[in-house]
């Protein structure tokens, strides 16, 4: 099956301030497009206020959302909602994304928790992206998690996640290390979960690193480089479902930023293989 035609292409890189200055003195020619979790730049001004619209005028952006809880039972944040609406019109971001998790109950809870895989929680969740997606007048993009526990199941992962975005008729944001880390911590097989997922649905994908506790538990920290078996991973979803535009996340232990330029060339590398 083909991919839908998508405005994003290629191989993107999550925008951290340690290098912002770097990439404006030197246009990094191999990165397609940028992430940025919105959360973190829309009050930003000053200097690198400056810098970061200096970026976008030149450069593709999408935009990753950390804090809108959206499977929590707490009240929606509208106000953020519209706050993140106005922003991806002043600097002409047309894709935004947030994960399928929950990080606020009577408070925020600075982790990203997940959501029971139950009938009821479908109807909750998909309930409350519609409302995003009415708001924001677009769809929006659901980023399938690691986690490592859960309360409750009446389905398996994979059936909940497709149910959730046929429900909510969402796109989906695929993380190739979070089914990776999740097959190996409980005990699936990754291939038959990615081959599962809508093709036809997916807007962008994430690859990153992980921490290896032991040899069947690993903890998802996008503080490492990318292991030969999660590049398999991405390599086979390409060969499956064709090629699809893919972010390497970076969020901790920063390399210099030629490190992390050498991972997206690797992520174009596979690109190319099935071109």
């Known amino acids: 099956m083909l991919l839908p035609p998508s405005i994003l292409q290629g191989a993107g890189l999550g925008l951290r301030r340690s290098f912002l200055s770097e990439i404006l003195q030197t246009p990094q020619t191999d990165v397609d497009f940028y992430e940025i979790a919105p959360e973190n730049w829309i009050t930003m001004g000053g200097k690198l206020g400056k810098q970061f619209r200096a970026m976008t005028e030149k450069n593709r952006f999408v935009c990753h959302g950390l804090s809108l809880s959206i499977g929590s039972t707490d009240l929606l944040d509208e106000t953020l909602v519209r706050q993140i609406k106005a922003f991806m019109a002043a600097h002409s971001i047309e894709h935004y994304s947030e994960h399928l998790s929950y990080c606020s109950h009577n408070g925020h809870l600075y982790d990203l928790m997940p959501i029971p895989f139950t009938a009821e929680a ?90 290896k506790e032991t040899d069947d538990f690993l903890v998802d920290t996008h503080g490492a480089p990318i292991i030969n078996p999660v590049w398999e991973l991405l390599r086979h979803a390409y060969q499956h479902f064709g090629v699809f535009p893919t972010l390497l996340e970076r969020d901790f232990n920063l390399p210099p930023l030629a490190e992390l330029v050498a991972e997206v060339k690797q992520i174009k590398a596979l690109q190319a293989e099935k071109k």
């Open 122 to 211: 479908v109807k909750h969740v998909a309930a409350r992206i519609k409302r995003v997606q009415d708001i924001l007048e677009c769809k929006i993009a659901i980023e399938n998690v690691s986690y490592y526990t859960f309360s409750g199941a009446e389905m398996s992962e994979i059936d909940f996640f497709n149910a959730v975005v046929n429900e909510a008729d969402c796109d989906i944001l695929l993380d190739v290390n979070n089914i990776y880390v999740n097959s190996v911590n409980h005990g699936y097989d990754a291939r038959e979960f990615l081959n599962a997922m809508p093709v036809e649905r997916i807007t962008y994908a994430h690859i990153a690193g992980h921490f």
